[in-house]
């Protein structure tokens, strides 16, 4: 994950410019919601809500299994890692809240190990913001490995998507994760290292992730 690969800026829900002068807050409340597993994807719910505290007046965030429901709420951002499927909070979230969602504007982020590049930066017509540290080219794009098709975009977004039809959010992006294997079992190990070979270490890119957040945090509060 050292060098990005193609940076996808046109999927970043980047704002218009707005005339002169610092940001202020002129969206009511977000609600900021993740799951986590290990606790990297925590720390980058952290950094998501910082940047969205320029755009909103408020801005609350809660693990998905005791977050609220998002009624009352101005805009909303679902957040989990990839763990065999989106991280199940995520997912129960999600598919129990879809009917609401359908009425406020919400984006999703997924942290994941291993993202295939296919060169489509959209989803079932749905942008995707791929994180550049993360896609990787498959070896020849004729032929995919099993590895590089479970890796998909559209098999890991597209999956999220059916748990929230009919409502759709604004946007998805998938950022790059962090392994670290002195925390996970022997079953998680071989599930990360064997069946979708990634590479242990934090892959995450502040950068990456906080343009993405400021961006949509923007977009979402006019
Ligand atoms: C058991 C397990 C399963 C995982 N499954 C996937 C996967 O299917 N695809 C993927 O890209 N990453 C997968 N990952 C990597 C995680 O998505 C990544 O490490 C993420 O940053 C972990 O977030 P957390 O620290 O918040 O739990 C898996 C990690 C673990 C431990």
Redesign the pocket.
Same mark, same amino acid.
Do not use: C, N
């Given at each position: 994950m050292d060098e990005p690969q193609d940076t996808p800026r046109e999927t970043l829900p980047v704002a218009e410019e707005t005339a002169g002068g610092d940001a202020v807050a002129t969206g009511g409340r977000a609600l900021l919601v993740y799951a /986590? %597993?290990?606790? /990297? #994807? %925590?720390e980058v719910a952290d950094a998501v809500a910082e940047e969205f505290r320029a755009a909103f007046v408020e801005v609350d965030v809660y693990e998905a299994d005791s977050a609220p429901p998002p009624a009352g709420y101005d805009a909303v951002v679902i957040g989990g890692?990839? !763990?065999?499927?989106w991280h199940k909070d995520a997912r129960k979230y999600l598919k129990r809240h879809r009917g609401e969602l359908g009425d406020v504007p919400f984006a999703l982020f997924v #942290? =994941? =190990?291993? $993202?295939t590049e296919d060169g489509v930066n959209a989803v079932e017509g749905m942008p995707i913001a791929k994180d550049p540290w993360l896609v990787k080219k498959p070896r020849n794009a004729e032929k995919l490995s099993r590895k590089e098709r *479970? =890796?998909l975009p559209r098999h *890991?977004v597209g999956d999220i998507l059916k748990d929230c039809a009919p409502a759709r959010p604004r946007n998805v992006a998938v950022f790059a994760? /962090? $392994?670290d294997l002195t925390t996970?079992n022997l079953f998680?190990k071989l599930?990360?290292l064997v069946v !979708?070979g =990634?590479t242990p270490g934090d892959g995450r890119h502040y950068e990456f992730i906080r343009a993405w957040a400021a961006g949509l945090g923007e977009a979402l509060a006019r």
């Open positions: /986590s %597993r290990h606790g /990297s #994807t %925590r890692p990839m !763990i065999m499927g #942290t =994941a =190990a291993s $993202l *479970y =890796a *890991y994760g /962090s $392994l996970m998680e599930f990360v !979708i =990634a």
